[in-house]
């Protein structure tokens, strides 16, 4: 299957800072990146869809202020948690689905990101 | 977000047994995907299923979309050890978005 690399693995910050994850398609075109949350032994919950150089949306109840997310690229989407606060901390996953490879009704994840926030 | 019902919550299992799990849904979805996740990572993809009624295997899993596509159904045969982790459904309507399952937990007891 396809390769997504998420960086970085996992992140201590202070409350009040500013996180920035990275998610990456290393061997095709993600035209589209998807954004998820899990707590322990919890689902992951769907937080937003990004479409490369378009704006994200959000589901309902997610912050677009806080979370924001750049897809500027066919191969790099960003999250950062802006003004992180230890509710913040959690597990965060992306994944990648392309159109371009016809891979459209598959999505590929990357190995998430552990957030901390103290 | 859309949320699946999946079941069971959880199973503990003898090595060898064979494991059955389902996940259903208000709404029709086009395409149905199961997941694995093994704890501190991201899902790995296991089977997808593309039509109403497709049956589709990848070794000792057996996967359904069922008939009136607000379900999906993923066995194990033979379970091993390795097997342990949560596995997720998701589901698709249009547009790319993918919905997940509330998980389930399995356990094999060697």
């Known amino acids: 299957g396809a390769v997504v690399s998420q960086h970085p693995s996992w992140v201590i910050c202070k409350s009040g800072t500013s996180v920035k994850i990275e998610c990456r398609s290393l061997?095709?075109?993600?035209?589209?990146m998807f954004w998820y949350r899990q707590f322990p032994k919890q689902s992951l919950m769907l937080m937003a869809t990004s479409n490369e150089g378009s704006k994200a949306t959000y589901e309902q109840g997610v912050e677009k202020d806080k979370f924001l997310i750049n897809h500027a690229s066919l191969t790099l989407s960003t999250l950062t948690v802006t003004s992180a606060h230890p509710e913040d901390s959690s597990f965060y996953i992306c994944s990648a689905s392309s159109a371009i490879r016809l891979m459209n009704t598959e999505a590929f994840f990357g190995q998430g990101t552990r957030l901390t926030v103290v | 977000g859309q949320q699946l019902n999946q079941s069971p919550q959880s199973m503990f299992i003898q090595e060898g047994e064979d494991v059955s799990m389902n996940c259903t849904s208000s709404s029709i979805f086009n395409t149905w995907l199961w997941y694995k996740q093994d704890p501190g990572e991201g899902p790995v993809l296991l089977i997808a299923?593309?039509?109403?009624?497709e049956l589709t295997s990848n070794g000792r899993l057996t996967a359904q979309f069922g008939i009136t596509r607000k379900d999906s159904f993923l066995n194990i045969s033979a379970s091993i050890p390795s097997d342990v982790g949560i596995y997720f459904c998701?589901?698709?309507?249009?547009?790319?978005?993918?919905?997940f399952g509330t998980g389930t937990s399995l356990t094999v007891i060697p």
């Open positions: 998701a589901g698709q309507v249009t547009g790319n978005q993918f919905y």
């Open positions: 299923l593309y039509k109403a009624g």
């Open positions: 061997d095709f075109q993600a035209t589209t």
